[in-house]
C-alpha cells in the first residue's frame, strides 16, 4: 500500500509538534490545528456504489479507524481499530463518533457480507472492542454519542411490531429511521418514522439533534435538515425548505457555532455523498469574541447561507480538475470565514463518470481555509476514502433534552394547533376551515406494486377529520410513529390546503403547533386560558387502531349512504372512509351513476384528444371514459395507461412523460381531478359537491350554478359517492391504497 | 436476448419507429444506458437505469430488456425495478419468464426469478413454487428463486424458502431463512428451528437471528446451546440476542456463562439479554 504524504513544506502554518494547548481553542501562533494533538480518521477501502446519498449497505472489507499525531502531512499514522481485534478482519466501517472525553470511539462495522452494519465502541486505553447488541438483520449506522450515557443512529429497524419499514420515494430502497440506545447495550428506542430516509444525525451544543430528512410528498423531492430532541420528539424544521436551500439536499451538518453550521451541499444521486461546502446560519448572525454565531431568532425565513467553495457543483454534474467535491467538514474555529478540516476529492466526483472509467473517488484529508480557498493536504493514502477527520480532543457535552410524554394518551400520538388560522404559507379566511383531515402515508413495503398510480403520490389512508373550534383549534389523537400528512377542509370536505410534508411522533408524545406552519418567528396569541380543542378534547383518528385494520370494511366499499345526519342533525359516517382504492370504492360510484353516458364512445359527453409523437408520426387517441375497463394505451413503445379506463380519464397521461418524450397533444384535452386539489379539479366543478360539514345539506353547493345531475337530468350523486371522489383527489389521486392492495386480494 | 420488440408489435398496433434517444429529465437516455452497459461497470449501468425512471425512452426498452438477462444480480434488479415502473411493459415478458421457470436452463430461470421478483409478480408464485422442485438447477437457479419468493414477501411463498432451507448449497439455505422473518403477515418460525443445527455457521448465524426477531420460543434450547459452545462468535453473539428476545428465565444459566465470553462481540449481547429475561 503506498502512502501519499503529499509533501508540503514542513514549516508551514498548520504543523505543530508541540503538546496540546487546550481544548476546543485556536492558537494563532500554531495554525487553526495548533491545539489538536491527534487527528481520528475513517480509512475505507475506494468504491463507487455510494453515489446516493442515503445509501448506507455498502460493504468492501479493510477499513480502519487511524489517528494521525500531529495532525500534519508528515504526521504519525497508528491504526486504532480493528484490524488487530478477532472477527473485524474483515470490517468495513461506515462511520464513527468520538466520546465526550475523548475516552471512546462509537462505530458502526459490517464485519462479513453475509451481516449487517452493527454498532460497536472502541476504548482508546487498551483497543478492546465491545458489541452493542442489536438485531442482527438490521443495519445500524451514523451512530453519535449523546449525553447520558446513550448512543443515538439510523437503522432500517422497524419501530412497529409486524410492520414492514418503509422503501424510498423510488419503492426501491429501505429506509432508515433514527434510534438510540444506552451505551450499556440497553434500552433501544426506535424513534417515530419518516415515510423516506433520515440520515447523518450530530447533536448541536443546545442539546438538540440535527440530521438529514427526505422529504417526498408530490412535488416536494429534496433532503433537508431537521432538529429533533434526544429523544426523537419535537421535530422541527432546521434549514433547506420555503425555497431557503442551497442544493437539493443538504447533509452531514455539523455545528460551528450556536446557530451554525458547516453542512454539503448536493444533489441525491450519483454524488459519492459530496458536493460543495455550505456554512449555514440557522438564524439572525452576530458577531460575538467567540466568533460568529447565528442563534438569535431561528427560523426558516431568517436562515441564511455562505457557499464556501463557490466552484463546486451543488448538483450532480461532474466536477472539474483542481475543484472536486467534499465528502464532509469538521470546523476548527467559528471565524467568519472559518478553518476546517475537510475530506475532499479532485477531478470527478460523480458515480457514473466514475465507474464508466473503472475509477473511483480518492477523498483525502485536507486543512482548508475558507477566506482564501485554499486547501493543505494532511493524509491522502490512495488506496483508501480518508474520511471524517476529527480531533482527538475533549468536548464539552450539551444538556440532556428530553421532550414530557402523556402516558393518558395511552400509547397515541396527540397533534392539533393553537389556531390554525396563522400560517406563514396560506391565507384562510376566517371561518372557512371546517376541520383538519389527517392523512397515513405508506410505500408498497406492505405488498404493493411499485406505483400506486401515475401521480407519483405514496399510498395514503384517512385517519379522520378534527373539527376546528371557533377560536381555530384543533386536536386529534391519531397512530404513534407512523408518517402523517394534513388538510385544511372545507364544509365540503376538499382540501384548502396541503401541509407539503410528512412528519410523525412517538408514542405519548404531543405535537402542538401554533397553526398551520405558523410563522417560526411570530408569536401564537390566543386568548387567555385553554382553547376550545383542549377543553373539548382531540378528535379519535384511529389512533389505537391496528395498521392492518387502518381501512374501509368490506360493505363500505361499494356502500353509497355511508354519508348521513344523525338526530342532532351533524354528520357522520364520514370516519368510515378510509382509502380510496380506485376499482373497490370509487369505481362503483362511476358505475351506479356515470358509466351509462361516459362509456368511451366518442361523442359530445366523451370528449377525446390524440397524443402524437412528432418524430414518428406515430399517434393515438384517447376517448373519455369512466368504465372500469383497462384499455392499453401505447405510443412509441411506451405505456400511457396501465390502470382503468376511468383512472386515465380522470388523471390523465403523466405529463412529465409527455413533456420529457416530446409529444404533443391535440384535441379536447383535459385532466379532471387533481392530485391534493380537489377543489380545482374539473371533475368537483362539474359536479358540484353539496354542503358535508356540519350538517349534510344538499340545497348548499361549492360553486356557483348548478349541478351536473341536475343539469342533464340525472339523479344526484349522494353525499358519499362526492366524498369518495373528493377524497380520491385530495389523497394524490392513487389507483392503489389498502383496500385493493393486490397482496391482500385475489393476485 | 429476449426482444421485446417482437413481442410489442404482436400486441400493439402503434409501435413508433423513431430512432432517436429521447435527452431530457434526469439527463437519461438510451444512449447513456449503452454507453454505461459498454462500460461493464455496475454502478454506472444502475445510476443510468435509474435516470430514466419517469423517461419515455422506445430506445430504452430493448436495451434494458437486455440487462434482464445480465450476469450480475444487482444489474438484472435494476432493470425488473425499470419495467415495474411500465407494467403493461412488464406484462409482455412475464409470461415468457414464467414459462423459462418450468422449462428454461439454470440460466434462464435466475433471469425469470430475478426479473418476476423485482417486478413484484404475485402470480408467478405457483410457478416459483414448481420452479424450487425441479431437478438439475444450478445453486444459482435456485438461489434466484428463494431471493425471488423473499421478494414478494407474500405466504405463498412460504413451500419455496422452506425447500430453499433444505438445499445442499449453503447460501440458498441462509437467503431462505433471512427471507422468512421478512414476509408480511409471517408470524411462525418454526420451520428455521431446525436451521439452528445448520452444519454452516453463516446458515446458524441467520437462523439464531430470525427466531429471535419472530420470538420462536421453540428455539430456546438449541439457542442456549449454540449461546455457550458453537466455535462462531457470531453465532454466539445472534443467539444470545435473541435469547434476550425470547425473554425466558430459563435461559439465565446459559447466558450468564456468555456474559464472560472471550468475544467481546458476545459479551455485552449477553449481559443485555440477562436483563430482558422475564
Known sequence: MKLDMKTIALGISLLTTGASLGCNGSDDSSGPLGNVDSLVILQRPRRNDTGDIFQYTSYVPGARIVKLTPPTADGKQETLCCTNVPGFEKADISSYDISFDAKQIVFSAKLADNQAYGLHIL??????????????????????WLPGDRIMFTTNAIVEAGAPQHQDEYERGTTIQLGRINTDGSHEELGPRNLSHRTAPSLASDGRVIFTQWDHLGGENSGHLMFVNQDME????????????ASNSTLKAQEIAPGRYIGIATARN??????????????LPYTTDNGLLADHQMSEANSSYVLLTPDVPTDNSASSDSVGRYYDAYALNAKDKPDLVV????????????????????FGVYLYDSATQQRRPILDDHTMWDIFPRPLQTRTAPPVVSSADDPNLGGQLLVGAMNVYQSSLHTFNQGEIYGVRIQEGFSSEEGFPRMFGTTMFEGQASLGIAKVATDGSWLATVPANVPLHLQTIDNYGMSLFNEPVWFSGRAGESRVCGG?????????????????????????ARGKVARTDRMMAVADLANDSIITNDAQNHTIGTDRIVGMGWDKAVQPVFDAKCVACHNGVAGPGNPSYTISDPKTGASVTWVFNLSGNKIPLTIGGVTLNSFTASYFSMAGPDMEQIEKGGLMISGNFKVYMNPQDARGSIAMKTLNPSQLFPTVDSSKHAFAGTTHAAAKGFAELTPTEIYKLILAADMGLNFYARENNPHDSSY | MKNINKLFTAVVLCIAASASPALAGKGGSASLISQAVSSGSTDAIIAEVEKTEALMCEDCIQIVTNLTEDSRYEVREVAGWWFAKRPQLAELLVEQFEGELANGTSTAVRNGADFLGATRTLTALPNLRAAIDRGGLTAEARLAIVRAAGVLAHKDGNYVLSRGMQDSDATVRMTAVKAWRDVLKQTDATPVVTLLA???????????????????????????????SDVDANVRRNAAWALGQL??????????KASGDASGLVRMTAKVALGQLR
Not at chain 1, 270 to 283: K, Q
Not at chain 1, 344 to 354: Q, Y
Not at chain 1, 517 to 533: K, L
Request: proline share 4%; net charge negative.
Open chain 1, 270 to 283: 450519483r454524488t459519492i455523498n459530496a458536493g460543495a461546502l455550505v456554512d449555514i446560519r440557522l438564524g
Open chain 2, 198 to 228: 445448520d452444519p454452516d455457521s453463516t446458515v446458524r448465524q441467520a437462523a439464531s437471528a430470525v427466531v429471535g426477531g419472530m420470538h420462536q420460543q421453540s428455539a430456546r434450547v438449541a439457542l442456549e446451546t449454540l449461546v455457550v
Open chain 1, 343 to 362: 475530506s475532499w476529492a479532485d477531478g470527478v466526483v460523480e458515480s457514473s463518470f466514475l465507474a464508466a472509467a473503472n475509477s473511483s473517488a480518492d
Open chain 1, 123 to 144: 476504548t482508546l486505553a487498551d483497543g478492546h472492542v465491545d458489541t452493542i447488541p442489536t438485531d442482527p438483520m438490521r443495519d445500524y449506522v451514523s451512530p453519535i
Open chain 1, 234 to 245: 419535537e421535530l422541527r424544521e432546521a434549514f433547506g425548505k420555503e425555497g431557503k436551500g
Open chain 2, 247 to 256: 425473554g425466558q428465565s430459563a435461559s439465565h444459566a446459559a447466558l450468564v
Open chain 1, 516 to 540: 398551520c406552519h405558523e410563522s417560526r418567528t411570530d408569536t401564537t396569541v390566543i386568548n387567555p386560558g385553554i382553547t376550545q380543542a383542549f377543553a373539548i378534547g382531540p378528535t379519535d
